[in-house]
């Protein structure tokens, strides 16, 4: 007669089997709550199969590891707001799925000198003497002009540095016969003893690999305060992206050439 602990033995056997037949199979079935599963891959000779991310700053690095571990369906997918570019090596097909989690991953370096561009040129008020070093600091890089044409960079900087604030106050009274009234104007404006840019040209490689690029930068004066403050804003940040992502994008597929190479991203789930 089988007793109560050898039918559970039994079970227990068939329900094993079938979870390694499931397993196998790469399917589903319904276990014990108290079954618990054990990865014994780390005790083979080798693994599955690959899974991980190279990480690289250099894209010639990142094609030849595209050149030995894509397999069917890798693609590349070019992130314009990142300026980054991911290789899903095992992407797989519609007809045979991958599960997408072996990748490559490009992050191009900034230079140093269109790092110091979007500290210094984000709209943000700035004081005299910062943008004054900035201007000193990049000298080949740099043109500036107003309304009256080039101004060299020595002019520029002195100018920069000698803004000044006066403030004007007018007072006008005007007295009726039934009626007062009393208003003031006040104005402020900014003024310095040398010519004052308005337009400022940084011409840079904006990450390694990539063309040489021209940013035009508005510099302003803020008045509301004791000293001036100046602001600069690259003009057109967006379409500069824009390109420098496409430009990123041709780069990539030119060096690539083994497999498709997109705008966008994608999250495997």
Same mark, same amino acid.
């Given at each position: 007669? $089988? !007793?109560?602990?050898?039918?559970?033995? /039994?079970?227990?056997?068939?329900?094993?089997?079938?979870?390694?037949?499931?397993?196998?199979?790469?399917?589903?079935?319904?276990? =014990?709550?108290?079954?618990?599963?054990? !990865?014994?891959? +780390?005790?083979? %000779?080798? #693994? #599955?199969?690959?899974?991980?991310?190279?990480?690289?700053?250099?894209?010639?690095?990142?094609?030849? *590891?595209?050149? !030995?571990?894509?397999?069917?369906?890798?693609?590349?997918?070019?992130?314009?707001?990142?300026?980054?570019?991911?290789?899903? /090596?095992?992407?797989?097909?519609?007809?045979?799925?991958?599960?997408? !989690?072996?990748?490559?991953?490009?992050?191009?370096?900034?230079?140093?000198?269109?790092?110091?561009? /979007?500290?210094?040129?984000?709209?943000? =008020?700035?004081?005299?003497?910062?943008?004054?070093?900035?201007?000193?600091?990049? =000298?080949?890089?740099?043109?500036? *002009?107003?309304?009256?044409?080039? $101004?060299?960079?020595? +002019?520029?900087?002195?100018?920069?540095?000698?803004?000044?604030?006066?403030?004007?106050?007018?007072?006008?009274?005007?007295?009726?016969?039934?009626?007062?009234?009393?208003?003031?104007?006040?104005?402020?404006?900014?003024?310095?003893?040398?010519?004052?840019?308005?337009?400022? *040209?940084?011409?840079?490689?904006?990450?390694?690999?990539?063309?040489?690029?021209?940013?035009?930068?508005?510099?302003? %004066? #803020?008045?509301?305060?004791? +000293?001036?403050?100046?602001?600069? #804003? %690259?003009?057109?940040?967006?379409?500069?992206?824009?390109?420098?992502?496409?430009?990123?994008?041709?780069?990539?597929?030119?060096?690539? +050439?083994?497999? =498709?190479?997109?705008?966008?991203?994608?999250?495997?789930?």
């Amino acid at each position: 007669m $089988i !007793d109560k602990q050898a039918i559970e033995a /039994l079970q227990m056997s068939q329900a094993i089997t079938s979870a390694n037949d499931c397993i196998s199979a790469t399917a589903v079935t319904a276990l =014990p709550e108290n079954f618990r599963l054990h !990865d014994l891959e +780390k005790h083979q %000779v080798f #693994r #599955r199969r690959a899974i991980g991310q190279m990480n690289t700053t250099s894209v010639q690095d990142f094609a030849s *590891y595209i050149g !030995d571990h894509a397999e069917p369906g890798a693609t590349v997918f070019v992130n314009a707001d990142s300026m980054k570019a991911v290789a899903v /090596l095992n992407l797989g097909t519609p007809e045979e799925p991958g599960h997408a !989690d072996n990748t490559a991953a490009l992050a191009p370096k900034k230079t140093a000198a269109f790092t110091a561009l /979007l500290t210094m040129a984000n709209g943000q =008020p700035r004081s005299q003497q910062d943008v004054a070093e900035f201007l000193e600091d990049w =000298p080949s890089m740099v043109s500036c *002009y107003n309304d009256d044409g080039t $101004i060299t960079n020595a +002019k520029a900087i002195a100018a920069v540095r000698k803004v000044s604030i006066e403030a004007m106050r007018k007072m006008e009274s005007v007295e009726k016969q039934h009626a007062a009234s009393r208003s003031a104007f006040e104005s402020i404006q900014a003024t310095s003893t040398e010519p004052l840019p308005t337009l400022v *040209y940084f011409e840079t490689v904006p990450y390694n690999g990539l063309n040489s690029r021209l940013f035009v930068m508005r510099l302003g %004066v #803020r008045t509301g305060g004791d +000293k001036p403050a100046l602001t600069l #804003r %690259v003009q057109n940040m967006e379409q500069h992206e824009e390109d420098m992502a496409t430009e990123l994008a041709a780069l990539v597929s030119n060096t690539v +050439k083994t497999i =498709p190479v997109l705008l966008g991203t994608y999250q495997p789930k």
